[in-house]
């Protein structure tokens, strides 16, 4: 009978024992990490230098890109130690982690395929990646933008005839979410490049399911980087995401059944014999890489522009007469004439610069060599990003940087000598730049030129501060809607 009463206190005294040393073992690794870490002499809060969980509290609720930069306010500086082994720059730090000769490899916990998925264009190695670019060349070149500018024009005229319907029917002036116009047309171009098909958000002015489906795909790909066991994450939510690739799948499908020589994606792909060397796999992923990449990205910087705008009416009053000035019909407005209207060029860069679409950086990791990153000997085995947000708003890199100033573009523009133009790079630089920067620009152009050539905007009165009320999730902007009222133009 002793021993009865012996044993339970054994047990719990080896129980404390073991609780203790995990305890013991936590903390020293806490320690470790914030003061003897090789990051350690970096600067950064000490409870992000030991854990990840601030890390990965403030990406899961899309707080992340805010934490940041108020990390950069306290510190100062051009760099920033964000979790263990994570540092975040925003000074001139593009060249050192993305150029030519940096040689960097993608972040495998941010880029990494999930389970047996093929490698895409956007996470693939750098073999991979080069024939990828390689086939998909053809499809984004100067001369298939030429060819697909009625797919453009399509889309963008049925959406200035319904803000006419709507004027029309509500004496005169329509008011509208601008943010849902500009997704609904840069998803039908972009669904019509990729599928052969529109998704007839325009026509029918609301969301087609598969893009909420896609909306939320993108946020689940940021739960995925920080929660590590995949296994238990809800099932709703991982059904969302095999929803977005049966729906990929099949409009792919039916799009390579049909022998229409379009100057789609497919068309001008599988037109070379090299294309034709994709496996099936790889047209399924890349189909979603460029359904996210070529539309959200487009209607947040559209977005973000026309709020500035608004808020700015001399800018706007300039870019209008720019616009109106120059094309007297609506049919004047070419992807061929309007790189040539410089004023609306500058005001893109500024919206870029001012609202990039992606604000954090695209991550990358120094492997098992020290790297020299904008003066800064980073140790191996850390991940690095030049986040796009804080570097484009340092008022090291420009001058007077919370302000909208589409004339520090303008070519000549002496009062913006200062600005240190090589730290702009919402497109990424290297060999893994963005293939569809040349589309983006002209879609952004053909866009926006055509709706301000038709209509006259004003911001409705909920609508301002609109910047300051998104949450973001890495690529992705989690937009409120941006209320306009919009008037036909006097001629």
């Known amino acids: 009978m002793?021993?009865?009463?012996?044993?339970?206190?054994?047990?719990?005294?080896?129980?404390?024992?073991?609780?203790a040393g995990s305890i013991a073992f936590q903390l020293s690794i806490w320690v470790y990490n914030a003061f003897f870490h090789p990051l350690a002499k970096f600067p950064g809060p000490k409870i992000a230098a030991a854990s990840y969980f601030p890390r990965c509290w403030t990406g899961i609720k899309g707080t992340h890109l805010q934490w940041v930069m108020k990390q950069f306010d306290r510190y100062g500086g051009d760099v920033i130690r964000?979790?263990?082994?994570?540092?975040?720059?925003?000074?001139?730090?593009?060249?050192?982690?993305y150029g030519h000769k940096a040689n960097l490899l993608k972040d495998p916990t941010t880029y990494r395929p999930l389970g047996n998925e093929?490698?895409?264009?956007?996470?693939?190695?750098?073999?991979?990646?080069?024939?990828?670019?390689?086939?998909f060349s053809h499809a984004f070149s100067d001369r298939a933008l030429k060819l697909q500018e009625p797919i453009f024009r399509e889309y963008v005229d049925l959406l200035c005839a319904n803000v006419h319907r709507d004027i029309k029917e509500n004496n005169g002036v329509a008011t509208a979410n601008v943010v849902d116009l500009f997704n609904f047309t840069a998803f039908d171009i972009m669904s019509d490049l990729t599928f052969g098909k529109s998704l007839d958000q325009v026509?029918?002015?609301?969301?087609?399911?598969?893009?909420?489906?896609?909306?939320?795909?993108?946020?689940?790909?940021?739960?995925?980087?920080?929660?590590?066991?995949?296994?238990?994450?809800?099932?709703?939510?991982?059904?969302?995401?095999?929803?977005?690739?049966?729906?990929?799948?099949?409009?792919?499908?039916?799009r390579l059944a049909n022998p229409n020589p379009r100057p789609d994606i497919w068309g001008l792909t599988m037109s070379n014999e090299e294309g034709r060397g994709l496996s099936k796999p790889e047209m399924y992923g890349n189909c979603r890489v460029f359904m996210s990449a070529g539309t959200e990205t487009t209607a947040t910087?559209?977005?973000?522009?026309?709020?500035?705008?608004?808020?700015?009416?001399?800018?706007?009053?300039?870019?209008?007469?720019?616009?109106?000035?120059?094309?007297?019909t609506k049919e004047e407005i070419t992807i061929e004439k309007l790189p040539s209207l410089r004023y609306l060029f500058a005001c893109l860069e500024e919206g870029l610069r001012m609202y990039p679409p992606v604000a954090n950086g695209l991550s990358r990791t120094t492997g098992l060599s020290s790297v020299t990153i904008d003066?800064?000997?980073?140790?191996?085995?850390?991940?690095?990003?030049?986040?796009?947000?804080?570097?484009?708003?340092n008022p090291k890199n420009f001058k007077r940087p919370n302000e909208f100033i589409p004339e520090r573009w303008?070519?000549?523009?002496?009062?913006?000598?200062?600005?240190?133009?090589?730290?702009?790079?919402?497109?990424?630089?290297?060999?893994?730049?963005?293939?569809?920067?040349?589309?983006?620009?002209?879609?952004?152009?053909?866009?926006?030129?055509?709706?301000?050539?038709?209509?006259?905007?004003?911001?409705?009165?909920?609508?301002?501060?609109?910047?300051?009320?998104?949450?973001?999730?890495?690529?992705?902007?989690?937009?409120?809607?941006?209320?306009?009222?919009?008037?036909?133009?006097?001629?």
């Open 118 to 135: 093929a490698a895409t264009i956007l996470n693939a190695n750098f073999e991979g990646h080069a024939r990828q670019r390689r086939i």
């Open 2 to 19: 002793p021993q009865l009463s012996i044993l339970p206190q054994s047990f719990l005294g080896l129980a404390g024992l073991v609780l």
């Open 301 to 328: 910087l559209l977005s973000g522009l026309t709020y500035y705008l608004l808020q700015n009416p001399a800018k706007m009053s300039k870019l209008v007469h720019e616009i109106r000035s120059e094309f007297k």
């Open 410 to 491: 303008m070519p000549g523009n002496k009062d913006f000598e200062s600005d240190r133009k090589s730290s702009f790079q919402p497109w990424s630089m290297g060999p893994r730049n963005c293939l569809g920067k040349n589309l983006a620009y002209h879609e952004m152009r053909i866009i926006l030129a055509t709706l301000l050539w038709h209509f006259d905007l004003k911001l409705c009165e909920e609508s301002n501060g609109w910047p300051d009320k998104q949450k973001n999730y890495i690529v992705l902007w989690e937009k409120q809607p941006l209320m306009c009222r919009l008037r036909a133009a006097k001629r």
């Open 82 to 97: 964000v979790s263990p082994c994570e540092l975040v720059f925003r000074g001139d730090a593009s060249k050192d982690i």
């Open 203 to 254: 026509e029918n002015s609301a969301y087609h399911p598969w893009v909420l489906v896609m909306f939320a795909s993108i946020k689940l790909g940021v739960l995925l980087r920080f929660i590590r066991f995949i296994p238990f994450m809800p099932d709703k939510v991982m059904k969302q995401r095999e929803i977005h690739k049966d729906f990929s799948k099949n409009r792919v499908e039916k």
């Open 375 to 393: 003066g800064h000997v980073v140790p191996p085995n850390t991940t690095v990003s030049a986040a796009n947000y804080p570097t484009f708003r």
